[in-house]
């Protein structure tokens, strides 16, 4: 982008929004700009963000992931948590989706399933998701080619449950080729990539050179990182597919 003033002004009104938690305000022309430029964007959003005065460190994922969905979402979408956990990006998504959208979450543990179940009928929403016990691997038979848009993946252990079923590297992969594949255009894809502890570092390297080898043309890819943590802090990825 330029710096003539209809972008400048497209700047102010996004910050804008993103600070009342405003998308209702984007047009389609917005969104393609948004899509374009992610990095940019990012960058304004994470002001916003700051401005809001956010002090719990252990939400700004939560944030990063959930705002930047807001930017691309439309209202009756598509969506899948391929990683549902304990629910709480499930539940995230079923706001998100509306009255006319819909909601695929995937785990292989039961434990998961009932959290989320759980989770979701306290919030008024069990009705608005189909919770399915298999592999996000397998999404693509419960979803078509092209027809989502957007997908949540949190990848590691369930907290509380057995850490030996964290999920793995390849079946990581082949779980985001997947997702790839079912994004409509504009589509977008977050990614927490959890390393260390017991779940070492080779799902986070399989994840991170794949992400690289994305063509530039097809795909926005944008890595963050919590720089001066230690222990080896999550690293919170977003793709759009242009």
Not at 8 to 32: M, P, Q, V, Y
Not at 33 to 53: E, H, L, P, R, T
């Given at each position: 982008?330029?710096?003539?003033?209809?972008?400048?002004?497209?700047?102010?009104?996004?910050?804008?929004?993103?600070?009342?938690?405003?998308?209702?305000?984007?047009?389609?022309?917005?969104?393609?700009?948004?899509?374009?430029?992610?990095?940019?964007?990012?960058?304004?959003?994470?002001?916003?963000?700051?401005?809001?005065?956010?002090?719990?460190?252990?939400?700004?994922?939560?944030?990063?992931?959930?705002?930047?969905?807001?930017?691309?979402?439309?209202?009756?979408?598509?969506?899948?948590?391929?990683?549902?956990?304990?629910?709480?990006?499930?539940?995230?998504?079923?706001?998100?989706?509306?009255?006319?959208?819909?909601?695929?979450?995937?785990?292989?543990?039961?434990?998961?399933?009932?959290?989320?179940?759980?989770?979701?009928?306290?919030?008024?929403?069990?009705?608005?998701?189909r919770l399915i016990l298999d592999s996000h691997e397998n999404m693509a038979k419960y979803a078509?080619?092209?027809?989502?848009?957007?997908?949540?993946?949190?990848?590691?252990?369930?907290?509380?449950?057995?850490?030996?079923?964290?999920?793995?590297?390849?079946?990581?992969?082949?779980?985001?080729?997947?997702?790839?594949?079912?994004?409509?255009?504009?589509?977008?894809?977050?990614?927490?990539?959890?390393?260390?502890?017991?779940?070492?570092?080779?799902?986070?390297?399989?994840?991170?050179?794949?992400?690289?080898?994305?063509?530039?043309?097809?795909?926005?890819?944008i890595v963050s990182a919590y720089y001066n943590r230690k222990n080896n802090p999550p690293i919170?990825?977003?793709?759009?597919?242009?």
């Amino acid at each position: 982008m330029g710096s003539d003033n209809s972008e400048i002004l497209f700047l102010k009104k996004l910050k804008n929004s993103l600070k009342a938690g405003n998308k209702e305000n984007f047009s389609e022309t917005d969104r393609k700009k948004i899509s374009k430029n992610g990095a940019m964007i990012f960058a304004v959003w994470w002001d916003s963000i700051c401005q809001k005065g956010n002090e719990e460190e252990k939400k700004v994922w939560f944030y990063w992931c959930h705002e930047l969905f807001l930017m691309q979402a439309v209202t009756g979408g598509t969506y899948i948590d391929a990683t549902m956990g304990n629910g709480h990006d499930t539940l995230f998504l079923c706001e998100l989706a509306g009255k006319e959208g819909q909601v695929l979450a995937f785990d292989i543990q039961k434990q998961a399933l009932e959290s989320t179940r759980a989770l979701l009928k306290s919030e008024g929403m069990e009705q608005k998701a189909r919770l399915i016990l298999d592999s996000h691997e397998n999404m693509a038979k419960y979803a078509d080619e092209a027809s989502v848009d957007g997908i949540c993946f949190n990848f590691g252990y369930l907290p509380g449950s057995d850490h030996s079923l964290a999920t793995k590297p390849e079946s990581s992969k082949n779980a985001v080729i997947e997702g790839l594949r079912l994004l409509k255009k504009g589509g977008v894809m977050s990614l927490c990539i959890y390393s260390g502890g017991e779940t070492g570092f080779e799902e986070r390297d399989t994840l991170l050179a794949y992400l690289k080898s994305l063509d530039e043309k097809k795909y926005l890819v944008i890595v963050s990182a919590y720089y001066n943590r230690k222990n080896n802090p999550p690293i919170p990825v977003l793709i759009i597919k242009k």
